[in-house]
């Protein structure tokens, strides 16, 4: 029982200690409240200028859904195939390509380097700007208050590190026989990081639809900019897609071509002899036409046959061949999207609070450890 007693005193105090220090910041806030104001309404004045100062952004997208057909062609190819030795086996409708790797064929270095080549017309230029140009080159660069601020302060210490570095070269060691390995410059990984951040794409996988955005400072560039990162999405994916089919169209055109020109001779050579030999009912002569008239009919036959696959297999492209649909197309934006004015002027107003507060309490211990009168005075005790 006196154990108890003595938990409850011990528990009850420490209460009555909380009580006391809550009790004790209050008074502590309510006596501070003017310097609380204050440093809240500079934040306030500094979120205005923020959000009036800060770059407009503008975004456009559209919503596509992906459709393919996936059949499987004749085996009139292998067969045919065979007759020369040719063991084709089952050639399907190409590899499938789920949405899902659709981000990754944005961000692939080879989509990115294509995409910063595309010539974009802006309002205050007269001639179109391309995105390496237009995100590289200080000559396109505008001063956004929001961005001075973050690189000065949150990204000050990149700021100084590469003061200490010093500045980058835009150029690449490449050694003479690497053959198609990708490279970039420094001015390119530049664009390509600020390139992914502008573009998005979101895969909605319970309604089946994918949703791409740009963002872009002008309406008519972001618009630009999202129609033709659909355009080059479109082209990559059919590229990946229909890669086994094309090789097997590829395969077919040249053993029609090889075909037709042998035809075309046997029939050329048929055609001379029956013309040397009208009048002639030789043994010879007739053996000799019964050979090209069976080299004859067979390079036909063999040429009939490759003209029939030939169409197969471009009807077999055209069906593989994948088609993002478009439900809701690309549109020029109204309305700016970034910045967002009342959001930021609320952010910093809260900003401004919570500092104002923690100012007030962290000063005192701050001027009791550096023993500075000038911290005391700030802060009423």
Not at 1 to 6: D, G, I, S, V
Request: one cysteine or more; hydrophobic letters at 40%; proline letters at 4%.
């Amino acid at each position: 029982m006196e154990q108890n007693k003595t938990y409850t005193e011990s528990t009850g105090l420490q209460q009555t200690e909380q009580e006391i220090d809550l009790v004790e910041i209050v008074r502590k806030l309510w006596k501070n409240r003017k310097f609380i104001l204050r440093i809240t309404l500079v934040f306030m004045l500094l979120g205005v200028l923020v959000a009036l100062f800060s770059a407009e952004e503008y975004t456009a997208g559209s919503t596509m859904v992906p459709q393919t057909s996936e059949k499987k062609m004749s085996g009139g190819l292998s067969g045919l195939a065979a007759m020369a030795g040719i063991n084709l086996g089952d050639i399907s409708g190409g590899e499938t390509l789920s949405p899902k790797m659709y981000s990754k064929i944005l961000e692939s270095i080879p989509f990115q380097k294509e995409l910063m080549q595309t010539p974009i017309k802006f309002e205050e230029y007269e001639q179109p700007v391309t995105l390496f140009d237009y995100f590289t080159n200080e000559e396109y660069k505008k001063f956004s208050l929001g961005g001075a601020i973050k690189k000065y302060t949150i990204g000050l210490p990149g700021v100084i590190m590469k003061a200490i570095r010093g500045e980058k070269k835009d150029e690449i060691y490449k050694p003479e026989g690497i053959g198609a390995l990708q490279t970039l410059t420094f001015k390119e990984k530049q664009c390509v990081e600020t390139l992914q951040r502008l573009i998005t794409l979101n895969l909605n996988e319970k309604d089946g639809y994918v949703q791409l955005t740009a963002a872009m400072p002008e309406p008519l560039a972001a618009a630009q900019l999202a129609e033709r990162v659909q355009t080059l999405l479109q082209r990559y994916i059919t590229e990946f897609k229909i890669e086994k089919v094309q090789s097997n169209l590829d395969f077919v055109q040249e053993r029609f071509d090889e075909a037709k020109r042998e035809f075309e001779q046997i029939q050329q050579e048929r055609a001379v002899f029956k013309d040397a030999n009208k009048n002639i009912y030789s043994a010879r002569a007739q053996t000799q036409e019964e050979q090209l008239d069976t080299r004859y009919n067979l390079a036909l036959s063999v040429y009939s046959e490759l003209a029939k696959q030939l169409e197969q297999a471009k009807i077999q492209v055209k069906e593989t061949t994948p088609i993002l649909t478009v439900i809701d197309p690309v549109t020029i934006p109204l309305e700016r999207s970034k910045p967002k004015r009342a959001l930021i002027l609320v952010l910093f107003t809260f900003l401004g609070g919570f500092a104002g507060i923690g100012l007030v309490l962290v000063l005192p211990s701050l001027a009791n450890i550096l023993d500075n009168d000038k911290l005391r005075k700030i802060v009423i005790e």
